[in-house]
């Protein structure tokens, strides 16, 4: 088991986010958590890396308990996120931003690293001087998800990767969370595009106002009546 | 003649205000607090100089290496126990805590020194005399203060951009979020980065000693908020910012003495800041203020 999480509370102030959540991701496995804006997508993941505190439950990764970890801790054992919005270091260059992924790992691997990632998206090596804030969307995405292979994480956990991006690019994307999958990456997938992030993965977990209400293989959410008229269009 | 003279006095002020401006911005940037405590660590910095070299009977450059290792080690200290613990605090908490702690400073030190003012052996620190560069007298003191202040800055980018401290300050300072994602122990990189503040703040506590020979609790606090003013005219958060602001304010000074209006400095000083804030209250590289959606 990569990640188990356990009777998740999540509270900002006095609104109650994500109510007695509880899910697990295999290794190898891509799992998607599907729901509409402000279900508590987002929340779960910030959770898990320790940006937000659950006030009850258990998180274990790899076996071992995290939720008290402290976020810089969590990144160390092997869990990445590529954050919503893609939070890039928009003031340095696009080398620098891999380097920042590569932070908490031993420094005799960062160019091997760095030259894997240059392998995957080409275009960042185009670009490697740059500063990221002059990226299109599509190409910081990359960068995102570039930094975050950095520390070759265990799991890799995707926030709304396809967040505002041209329909062709969200194709790419999908297609390189492909990759990854088949080369053995562990995959905890955030999506508001279902129809996208259910082609994908191997399961999912339907959200609603901060509740799990459907928990299925990622076919049989595809085929489910009420999960294609809610979040597939029909 | 006249005209280089003053021209080296005001690279030397603008040395000086260029080295504490780097603090106040480099803190601003990174934990936007306005830390008006920073020029009292120059005051404490002028006490342990003399110390140092009085009582103690350090040699020179002994004495330097304390004073910029205390000023270093009070920033931390300050940091983890005023500053640390309102982290999640409204700014404006921390910005009157700042003050506090600027006040506390003023007042322990007039506990234990007075509030007379002790005279500060410069040429114990820096030797006496000048140096006859191309027809012009530059006093030694001159040119170390320029030198010694191009060094640290110097160093302070090279930190800042090619190591990887200094990249995740730089990461930090722009979105914390997105920095402890990356597993950068927050915390300590403030520590650090106030640190480092510190550390130049010691250096201009030398210099600064120097050329104004009398240590009184108070000098922190002019010496600060012109520093403080070049900061926000370079641009707050910015290290370029800094040292170009901290140059212009130096060269402003020789220019209102030259005027004879040199008890109006305070009056020139804050009326850039007046026009800062009215024209471009990003300063001269600061970064427009982008509202994230």
Redesign the interface.
């Known amino acids: 088991m990569m990640l188990q999480v356990k009777n998740m509370n999540v509270y900002y102030g006095s609104i109650y986010a994500v109510k007695d959540v509880s899910f697990h991701v295999e290794e190898g496995e891509t799992v998607t958590l599907i729901g509409a804006n402000g279900a508590g997508k987002s929340t779960i993941l910030k959770t898990i890396?320790?940006?937000l505190r659950s006030k009850t439950g258990s998180i274990s990764f790899a076996g071992e308990e995290i939720s008290n970890t402290?976020?810089?801790?969590?990144?160390?054992r092997g869990l990445?996120?590529v954050?919503e919005g893609r939070?890039?270091?928009?003031?340095?260059s696009v080398q620098?931003n891999l380097?920042?992924?590569h932070?908490?790992q031993p420094?005799g691997t960062m160019d091997e690293r760095i030259t894997e990632v240059y392998q995957r998206f080409p275009r960042l090596k185009e670009r490697y001087k740059q500063h990221a804030g002059t990226l299109s969307g599509g190409e910081q995405q990359m960068l995102a998800m570039g930094?975050a292979l950095m520390?070759r994480p265990r799991l890799l956990m995707l926030d709304e990767p396809s967040m505002g991006l041209a329909p062709l690019l969200v194709e790419q994307i999908f297609e390189i969370i492909k990759e990854l999958h088949a080369g053995g990456t562990t995959v905890l997938l955030v999506e508001q595009n279902a129809n996208m992030a259910l082609t994908v993965a191997d399961r999912g977990y339907v959200l609603e106002t901060g509740k799990i209400v459907l928990a299925d293989s990622a076919k049989a959410l595809l085929e489910n009546d009420a999960v294609r008229k809610a979040y597939l269009g029909g | 003649m006249i005209f280089v003279n003053q021209l080296i006095i005001g690279l030397q002020m603008g040395s000086i205000y260029a080295l504490v401006a780097l603090g106040y911005s480099m803190v601003y940037g990174i934990v936007k607090l306005l830390n008006f405590a920073h020029g009292d660590i120059i005051m404490v910095g002028g006490y342990i100089a003399l110390f140092a070299l009085t009582s103690a009977h350090m040699p020179p450059v002994v004495a330097a290496v304390v004073t910029v290792l205390g000023c270093t080690a009070l920033a931390v200290v300050i940091e983890k126990l005023a500053y640390t613990p309102l982290r999640s605090a409204p700014r404006l908490s921390l910005l009157i805590t700042a003050i506090g702690v600027s006040i506390l400073l003023q007042n322990v030190a007039q506990l234990l020194f007075t509030a007379d003012g002790h005279s500060f052996p410069a040429h114990m620190l820096l030797p006496a005399g000048s140096l006859t560069i191309g027809g012009f007298q530059v006093a030694y003191t001159a040119l170390i203060t320029i030198l010694a202040s191009v060094a640290s800055m110097v160093a302070l980018t090279i930190l800042v951009q090619k190591t990887k401290l200094g990249k995740a300050m730089r990461a930090v300072s722009e979105d914390t979020g997105a920095a402890q994602l990356m597993g950068i122990h927050v915390n300590h990189i403030i520590t650090f980065t106030f640190a480092v503040g510190a550390a130049l703040a010691g250096v201009g506590a030398l210099l600064y000693s120097v050329q104004f020979p009398l240590i009184m609790p108070t000098i922190g606090v002019m010496l600060g908020l012109r520093a403080f003013v070049a900061a926000v005219l370079g641009g707050i958060g910015s290290i370029p910012g800094a040292m170009i602001g901290g140059y212009v304010i130096g060269l402003l000074e020789v220019l209102v003495v030259a005027a004879n209006l040199s008890s109006w400095m305070d009056g020139v000083v804050f009326l850039i800041l007046i026009l800062v804030f009215m024209v471009r209250p990003t300063g001269i590289m600061g970064r427009p203020m982008l509202e994230k959606v």
């Open positions: 890396s320790g940006l402290p976020s810089h801790a969590i990144v160390k990445a996120q954050p939070r890039v270091f928009l003031q340095m620098e380097e920042m992924g932070y908490t420094g930094r520390s």
